[in-house]
């Protein structure tokens, strides 16, 4: 399989309760991304990555949310203390920062539900 | 105001009619436009992008930018009920870090 892979792609948690979700990117793509996305919305940029470096987080990251990429490969995301509007759909994508045209390959989420 | 906005409301097409979709914009930075579809419960997949001005086609796709507008537009043409899922648009700017910028999507349904 070539596509990127997310794990778990459902979970259902109680609040307060952490959860961690993982990403395995397409292996030679050094770019990896986290978007959330919320019924009836589109996806909304949380972090991304080039090879191990965080380099940009948005302002929806609470200090709640880590993501890390240790050794430039997979990713994991962890939600800590989950609250009920955590609830969504949490995208990975990858891509080569020499394509610089926007062009993101997702893969099939993460689907958070927070009781 | 958002960045990106796209009128979410649901479209529903007879098979073989023309689907007609389309996104406006703020941020004047923005050079990188696409279109990516979503089928339920899976997620986004890159249907069409273009550079700064002009129509692009791809088979019974057509997407087009109007920079001068900030408006971009997506064309199906014989909508087939294969084309039935979220079509949502995309942009980030020049050199960017592909961070991209969404519109909240259109649900299309083509009837068959």
């Known amino acids: 399989d070539t596509g990127v892979s997310q794990d778990p792609r459902h979970k259902i948690t109680k609040r307060g309760q952490n959860v961690t979700f993982r990403c395995d990117p397409i292996s030679e793509h050094n770019r990896l991304y986290w978007y959330r996305q919320t019924l009836g919305q589109g996806p909304e940029f949380l972090t991304y990555f080039q090879n191990e470096a965080q380099l940009e987080k948005s302002r929806l990251l609470s200090d709640r949310f880590s993501a890390e990429r240790p050794k430039g490969s997979f990713s994991t995301l962890e939600i800590q203390r989950t609250e009920q509007g955590d609830s969504a759909m949490y995208l990975c994508?990858?891509?080569?920062?020499?394509?610089?045209?926007?062009?993101?390959?997702f893969g099939e989420g993460s689907r958070l539900t927070v009781l | 105001q958002k960045e990106v906005e796209q009128d979410p409301g649901p479209l529903s097409v007879p098979e073989g009619a023309i689907v007609s979709l389309n996104c406006t914009y703020s941020?004047?930075?923005?050079?990188?436009f696409m279109w990516y579809r979503q089928y339920s419960r899976k997620g986004p997949e890159l249907l069409m992008y273009t550079y700064s001005s002009g129509n692009k086609e791809d088979g019974r796709f057509t997407a087009q930018v109007d920079k001068s507008s900030k408006y971009i537009s997506l064309f199906i043409r014989d909508s087939q009920p294969s084309d039935s899922a979220t079509y949502l648009c995309?942009?980030?700017?020049?050199?960017?870090?592909?961070?991209?910028?969404f519109g909240k999507g259109n649900q299309v349904v083509v009837i068959p």
């Open positions: 995309a942009m980030t700017p020049s050199g960017g870090n592909n961070r991209l910028a």
């Open positions: 994508a990858s891509s080569l920062d020499r394509r610089n045209t926007g062009e993101l390959f």
């Open positions: 941020n004047s930075a923005f050079q990188y």
